[in-house]
């Protein structure tokens, strides 16, 4: 049953992939859609065994690699962190599956589209299920490749193109980072096994590399580089420019990507390492850092974004800060809590955008949008439900999980053990809860309640998407609702065993039981913020007073946000220019065309006929000549290889003989 759950989304593939000219589009659609529905349904029971009566499984298929004492097994673990991976992959797989249905039924390359989206699922199942090191990067790696297709199906369009290169590129950074962890985890454990590792990683916490006479700590070491590892596919501060980008694909890839696989598993990777990265707080102080400040950067970037999903991808990057910071103060559980309810509300979202794409005729501006509240009531309810969701509104599915981080980053500030860090995850992250719910609700607004700035034409042809596409938007819109207050004390409730040995946090880092008796006035503060935000984009919208604001100041500040602050200007004209430059000045021109050339087609070319010439007259035919070259030839050899005391017994031996 368990394998099930992996094969039947690579067998959907295969058969929609390989058969679907013989199949046709309902025939590959049917395929595709009951595989992945019946891996969710096998899914729940692997959820209800493992998470709920807590029974681990590790199936051992078969050997794999086995050089030395480098020993890898095809085989798969099953625990509650990979089996709440595994529901919450298969649901928003199977419902965007279902949605696309609807979505791209005009596109003539449908049965390619759904094979695309099962291998996706199927590497990213791979990867949550692997025992080790190795399978999970295969995982890796696939996911990424499946990416690439995903964001390059509409392959004839050059933006296409541009983002999906951009997005395996930028990724490369990261999987050499995460390549390295693994070579140094094999260095330092002589195993790439989770078990071995985990067990093991209390005995090395003193144990030290030495780089260049510099003492550095074995698991900060491994810790950094699986950090720069999930920094490349969880879209953090400084190789986050791929995220928006990869808008280009169809809207049903971009909620998937979002919403359940490639972003996730750069948060998963930090989760499953737990056990490791608990014994070293450099890696710790690092995670705060960069998940605060990508939080708070894509929080703010998303104000002047104008393109109705790219405005929902900062907000996916901004929430990805908020589940590293989390994983950085040791919350580990609850970072994952928040992964599986972002899941929801951001499928919700990007589902609900499509929608909307879908009924003006593929437009993407906001400015070019409004009025749709009269034509499409029900998206506008599904979408302020997600949008109320995202920017933590009580008692909706976010606010369980993103105000509780709030809190325990309130609490490391107050314990004042690390002063610095829990400032940047308190503040920025408080900030970040004003700036989502600003855009969030400018979004609804430009979209659906200001006065309509689009042709007559296209407003009179909106409609509600059909059923096929309705399902899936009304099950998330009931998820953004209800999933974080059925699972938050199963998930982070005072006392649970859920996550049993799948997540470690040390006693001394653990905030849980501080949270409760934190100030009152301190956890209503997300709440205030937020509600701060949206009467703030309220009256913006309602009473136009940002024509007041229009000074020179106010303009450059909103014109760099919204050139994303320069990152991609910054990294063309300092990397990769000089890097292309290099290539041609130098590599190219001096070395290729120029060195080389001259040394070889120019230089040993011109040699070789003179040498030719030379060794053909030594060819004379006669066999004593031969003879003479043959003795000499052995002769220098054994010169060689024997010392002079060897030589004069040989000379005789060999005088003797003639």
């Known amino acids: 049953m368990y394998?099930?759950?992996?094969?039947?989304?690579?067998?959907?593939?295969?058969?929609?992939?390989?058969?679907?000219?013989?199949?046709?589009?309902?025939?590959?659609?049917?395929?595709?859609?009951?595989?992945?529905?019946?891996?969710?349904?096998?899914?729940?029971?692997?959820?209800?065994?493992v998470g709920l009566m807590g029974l681990n499984y590790c199936i051992v298929l078969s050997p794999w690699i086995e050089v030395g004492i480098l020993k890898i097994s095809w085989s798969f673990l099953f625990d509650s962190l990979t089996v709440t991976m595994l529901v919450v992959i298969t649901v928003i797989s199977s419902l965007v599956h279902l949605y696309s249905l609807e979505y791209m039924q005009n596109d003539p390359h449908l049965p390619r589209f759904m094979s695309f989206l099962e291998i996706f699922t199927f590497f990213m199942l791979i990867l949550v299920t692997a025992d080790n090191l190795v399978q999970m990067f295969v995982g890796w790696e696939g996911v990424g490749l499946a990416s690439y297709l995903l964001i390059n199906f509409w392959f004839t369009r050059l933006a296409a193109n541009q983002s999906a290169i951009?997005?395996?590129?930028?990724?490369?950074?990261?999987?050499?980072?995460?390549?390295?962890?693994?070579?140094?985890?094999?260095?330092?454990?002589?195993?790439?096994?989770?078990?071995?590792?985990?067990?093991?990683?209390?005995?090395?916490?003193?144990?030290?590399?030495?780089?260049?006479?510099?003492?550095?700590s074995g698991l900060t070491l491994i810790g950094v580089f699986l950090f720069i590892g999930a920094v490349g596919k969880s879209a953090q501060l400084g190789l986050h420019t791929w995220l928006p980008d990869a808008m280009e694909g169809p809207t049903p890839v971009s909620a998937l990507i979002h919403a359940a696989t490639m972003v996730t598993a750069?948060?998963?990777?930090?989760?499953?390492?737990?056990?490791?990265?608990?014994?070293?707080?450099?890696?710790?102080?690092?995670?705060?850092?960069?998940?605060?400040?990508?939080?708070?950067?894509?929080?703010?970037?998303?104000?002047?974004?104008?393109?109705?999903?790219?405005?929902?991808?900062?907000?996916?990057?901004?929430q990805l800060g908020y589940m590293v910071f989390a994983c950085g103060i040791s919350c580990y559980n609850v970072s994952i809590f928040h992964l599986a309810n972002h899941a929801f509300f951001k499928a919700l979202l990007f589902l609900s955008a499509g929608s909307v794409i879908h009924a003006l005729a593929n437009e993407q501006d906001m400015r070019r949008m409004g009025s749709l509240i009269r034509f499409l009531p029900l998206t506008y309810s599904l979408m302020l439900i997600g949008s109320l969701?995202?920017?933590?509104?009580?008692?909706?599915?976010?606010?369980?999980?993103?105000?509780?981080?709030?809190?325990?980053?309130?609490?490391?500030?107050?314990k004042n053990i690390h002063f610095i860090e829990g400032s940047f995850a308190c503040w920025l992250g408080n900030l970040s809860v004003f700036f989502t719910a600003f855009y969030s609700f400018r979004l609804i607004y430009l979209t659906f309640v200001n006065s309509a700035n689009t042709t007559r034409k296209n407003i009179l042809k909106s409609h509600e998407p059909s059923l096929l596409m309705l399902i899936p938007l009304i099950v998330l819109g009931f998820g953004s609702i209800f999933i974080g207050y059925v699972g938050k004390d199963l998930f982070i409730g005072l006392g649970t065993d859920f996550w049993k040995s799948s997540v470690m946090i040390l006693p001394s880092n653990s905030y849980s039981i501080e949270a409760e008796w934190l100030k009152i006035n301190l956890k209503w503060l997300p709440f205030v913020l937020s509600t701060f935000g949206i009467v703030l984009a309220t009256i913006i919208n309602i009473t136009k007073t940002h024509k007041y604001l229009y000074n020179i100041f106010y303009r450059n500040i909103c014109f760099l946000i919204n050139k994303k602050w320069y990152w991609d200007v910054l990294y063309n004209r300092f990397v990769v220019y000089p890097i292309l430059n290099f290539g041609y000045s130098v590599s190219f021109k001096n070395l290729d065309r120029g060195f080389i050339e001259l040394v070889g087609p120019y230089g040993f070319s011109k040699i070789i006929p003179i040498w030719s010439y030379i060794f053909s007259k030594l060819q004379t035919g006669q066999l004593s000549h031969y003879l003479f070259f043959i003795v000499l030839g052995v002769c220098l050899f054994f010169l060689i290889i024997f010392n002079q005391t060897q030589m004069l017994i040989f000379y005789s031996v060999l005088i003797f003989f003639i």
Request: aromatic letters at 18%.
């Open 3 to 49: 394998l099930l759950i992996l094969w039947l989304p690579l067998l959907g593939s295969i058969f929609s992939g390989f058969g679907g000219r013989f199949l046709g589009l309902k025939g590959s659609s049917i395929i595709s859609v009951v595989c992945v529905f019946l891996s969710m349904f096998l899914s729940f029971v692997a959820f209800y065994e």
């Open 166 to 216: 951009k997005a395996l590129v930028v990724n490369r950074i990261g999987d050499f980072g995460l390549s390295l962890g693994i070579l140094t985890a094999f260095y330092i454990f002589q195993s790439v096994d989770y078990f071995l590792i985990f067990s093991l990683s209390p005995l090395f916490t003193n144990y030290c590399l030495n780089f260049g006479g510099i003492n550095i």
């Open 266 to 318: 750069g948060v998963f990777l930090l989760i499953r390492f737990s056990p490791l990265i608990e014994f070293s707080s450099t890696v710790l102080n690092i995670l705060v850092v960069f998940g605060s400040f990508t939080a708070f950067f894509a929080g703010m970037s998303g104000i002047f974004q104008n393109d109705l999903k790219r405005v929902i991808a900062y907000s996916t990057c901004s």
């Open 389 to 414: 969701a995202l920017a933590g509104f009580p008692f909706l599915t976010g606010f369980y999980s993103k105000d509780f981080i709030l809190e325990l980053a309130q609490v490391t500030l107050n």
